[in-house]
Each structure stands twice: as C-alpha cells, then as structure tokens.
C-alpha cells in the first residue's frame, strides 16, 4: 500500500484524504455485503434481527446518501434481503425499508434526468465538492452515476417481479384469441396478496406511488439497460391489470403504462428491447381494450392514423391467434401511426446503444382526454 501513501519529511506514512476516504467506503461496502449475504440464512435472518433497528441502520440518512452510496445500498442489501424475505414477514420488512427509498429514489431520478436530457447535466449529489476547470469530466461522471442508480433502482423492481416472488401470479393465456374477458372470473388483488410481491406492494400506497412512477419514467430516461428491467416489473403489472378487478390499476396500464411505452418506442436507445415493449402494447391492448377506452384513444390521438386503419388492425388481430403475429401487426399499426417515428422499431439491425443522449425526443404525441366527468381522475391521479 506504499504507493497509497503520503511519505512526509520525517520519513513515516501518512492517509491522505482519498486514501481515508476509500478506506472508510471499504469498511462500509465491506459490511453492506455481510448484511446482504446473511439474508440468505433464510427465517432465522429475519426472526432474530429487530426489524426496526435495522431499518433506521440503513435507511436513517437516505435524504444525504451519494448515488453511488445508494446504488451499493441496493445492490448490496436490499437486492438480496428482497429475494430472500419470507413472505409471512414482508409486511413487517419490506414496507419499513422500501417506504423511505422509492420515493427519495424516483425524486432525485427524475430530477437529475430531467436536468440531463433538458440541460445537458444531471447535477448529481456525487460531484458538488469538485472543482470548477473539469467541466467534461464532472458531466460525464455525473452521467455514469446517474445510469448506475437508475439501473439499480430498475434491478430492485425487477427482482420484486421475479417468478420466485410471485408464485400465485398466473400468466396469461397467450391462445391470443380476442376473447372478452370474463367479469366473473376476475378476482380481487388481495387474492394474490400472500403469494405476489408485485401484489404486496401495489396495496401499499406509499410504496405503488414511486414505483409506479419510476415505471412510467423509466421509458423515457434513455437507457435500454434500465427500460429492459423495468418492462419485467411492467409485464407484471399489465397481468394484474388484466386478471383482477382493480379499476385504478386497469385505468393505469391502459392509459398512463401504455402511453409511456409508445413513448419509450420513440428512442432509438430502446431498440433491442423493442420486441418486448410491442409485446406489452399487444397484450394491453388485446385483454383491456374491451374494458377500458384509453388503449383505443391513444392510438387514434396518434398523428398518422385513421379510424378506418385501427379497424383494419382489430379485423386482422382476429384473423390469427398466434401471439407472434399479432406482435407484428401492432408495431406495423405503430409505425403507421406515427408516421415512421418511433425510431426503436425503425432501427438498423447494428445497434450502438446510445448513453449519452441530451436531445430531446421529437414530441408527436397528443393524448386525449378521458372520462365520463370532467375532473375525473384515473391511473396513477387516482392512487395518489
């Protein structure tokens, strides 16, 4: 470690103030992987530990807390404590750690990448100490810490979406026939309560709010690696939407998820996940587009389209029950829609993911109204 070190005049060792620095970052990341790897231990982790220290432990100075402090805190703890809960204790552990860090998490996200994609510079929390005369340096620092966290964060929302943590969610029946769902078989989302994640924190207000934010905001934020975990956490809420009888969550996907998807679509930066996004679009349409209006508006409030050519679309969606190709009639109407806009699905084969992106994408949507009432709420409005 000589080379680490200061050697001053009188000949001994001495810290400078990096060197204590990483040393003290050491010891920290050192402890988070300990914390993170004893929750594998399984119940005997989280029955002897007071969840209520722990939770003070970690979460006390979220508001203060460096990105790259908090991607580690995620990466480190919370990703493994998540997978590793028992289901019986979530509510006594999830809310308590998830509740201080989504919201402060989709605040400074949308924060700094409003500040990136608007003025060039994500402004984050890291940098503020360093000094002026390094202007390219600081923004391209700032922009890797601002795709690290967000990518965490997408990672933990992910990982809530896991098949192993939500063995009670089906999946959909992808036969692909357009087929009205039916009212009787629908069930209510505490049905899925005990045995789904993705359940267990959509009835918990404070903790749906963000996350359902973040999942909206995801899209836009120019970074495939994040819109590619983030669509595994949207694909399960598009099935609750479809399965249960929740209207708030259905008025959601159907207007505020599926819009935001056709935005992600408009970046060439989400190209290689775009089989994906035009999956989610499908099933979207397809399973709530006879319960809810909003998928239908918003693909005739697209600048391009006519009535006559979504009722061609509908008439072919009918003519095959293959899932594959009812995938490429929905990017074809998509394409046509927008008249060629919606660069990720216009992309050459050879695409360089774009990571650093300031322009801001071209604006040629125009979402309608809905509701019977003026001033009636919907989506992500009515759970707030």
């Known amino acids: 470690m000589d080379h680490c070190l200061d050697i001053s005049k009188e000949g001994y060792a001495e810290p400078n103030e990096t060197d204590i620095r990483n040393w003290l970052r050491g010891i920290r990341d050192s402890g988070y992987s300990v914390l993170g790897?004893?929750?594998?231990?399984?119940?005997?982790?989280?029955?002897?530990?007071?969840?209520?220290?722990?939770?003070?432990?970690?979460?006390?100075?979220?508001?203060?807390?460096?990105?790259?402090?908090?991607?580690?805190?995620?990466?480190?703890?919370?990703?493994?404590?998540?997978?590793?809960?028992?289901?019986?204790?979530?509510?006594?552990?999830?809310?308590?750690?998830?509740?201080?860090?989504?919201?402060h998490a989709q605040q400074v996200l949308s924060c700094s990448w409003s500040g990136l994609l608007n003025e060039g510079r994500a402004k984050v929390p890291d940098v503020l100490g360093v000094l002026a005369g390094t202007d390219l340096k600081v923004e391209v620092m700032e922009e890797k810490l601002l795709r690290d966290l967000t990518r965490e964060v997408c990672a933990l929302l992910a990982a809530l979406?896991?098949?192993?943590?939500?063995?009670?969610?089906?999946?959909?029946?992808?036969?692909?026939?357009?087929?009205?769902?039916?009212?009787?078989?629908?069930?209510?989302?505490?049905a899925f309560s005990s045995n789904s994640m993705v359940v267990f924190l959509l009835k918990h207000d404070s903790l749906a709010v963000p996350a359902l934010q973040i999942c909206l905001e995801a899209f836009k934020w120019t970074d495939a690696e994040s819109v590619a975990k983030i669509s595994t956490f949207s694909g399960a809420v598009v099935v609750l939407a479809i399965l249960t009888n929740n209207v708030q969550l259905r008025e959601f996907v159907s207007r505020e998820l599926f819009y935001a998807i056709i935005q992600g679509l408009a970046l060439e930066s989400n190209a290689f996940i775009s089989a994906d996004l035009v999956g989610l679009c499908r099933e979207i349409f397809i399973y709530l587009s006879d319960r809810d209006p909003a998928p239908r508006q918003i693909l005739l409030s697209l600048p391009c389209?006519?009535?006559?050519?979504?009722?061609?679309?509908?008439?072919?969606?009918?003519?095959?029950?293959?899932?594959?190709?009812?995938?490429?009639?929905?990017?074809?109407?998509?394409?046509?829609?927008?008249?060629?806009?919606?660069?990720?699905?216009?992309?050459?084969?050879?695409?360089?993911?774009i990571t650093n992106v300031s322009t801001r994408p071209r604006g040629f949507f125009n979402v309608p109204e809905t509701g019977s009432d003026e001033g009636e709420t919907v989506g992500l409005a009515a759970i707030m």
Request: hydrophobic share 40%.
């Open 161 to 190: 979406a896991s098949p192993g943590l939500n063995t009670g969610l089906p999946s959909i029946d992808h036969s692909g026939h357009l087929t009205r769902v039916d009212a009787s078989s629908l069930k209510d989302l505490d």
């Open 305 to 353: 389209i006519t009535p006559q050519d979504l009722l061609a679309f509908e008439e072919a969606l009918t003519k095959t029950s293959s899932p594959k190709e009812q995938k490429q009639h929905m990017r074809s109407l998509l394409l046509l829609a927008t008249g060629n806009n919606l660069k990720a699905l216009v992309a050459q084969k050879s695409v360089n993911v």
């Open 37 to 103: 790897l004893s929750t594998t231990i399984g119940d005997a982790f989280f029955k002897c530990l007071d969840v209520q220290t722990v939770a003070v432990t970690l979460m006390e100075n979220i508001q203060s807390m460096e990105f790259r402090h908090m991607r580690q805190l995620i990466h480190l703890v919370l990703i493994p404590l998540v997978k590793s809960c028992p289901s019986e204790l979530w509510d006594g552990w999830l809310e308590k750690l998830l509740h201080p860090l989504l919201p």
